[in-house]
């Protein structure tokens, strides 16, 4: 637990952008593959869907820049958080959820 909150969680190159509501939208391509891309291209479909954060999920997001520690982070959604029950652990998870879709990784 002490190891993980010095973790330094850094955003992958995906494009997003914060909406007048303050709230993280994060374009997430659908396929990466050249058969992917072709596969939409003949579908007509757009390669790229929006990921919509919710107010915690949007602070995290907004700190996960690779200089800020767990520890930090947990710190700051505590204060801006504060009737929220649990906050360390949904913390925790979220990151974990945001590593296995290779949205952030850790430093």
Known sequence: MEEFLQYKPQRLGFEWTTGEDGLVQVMVPKFTSKVGKKFVKIMRRDNIFTAHFDKLGSSVWKQCDGTVTVKQILDVVRMEFPDEK??????????????????????
Request: net charge neutral; aromatic share 22%.
């Open 86 to 107: 649990e906050i360390d652990q949904r913390l925790f998870l979220f990151l974990q959820q945001l590593r296995s879709l290779h949205y952030i990784t850790f430093y």
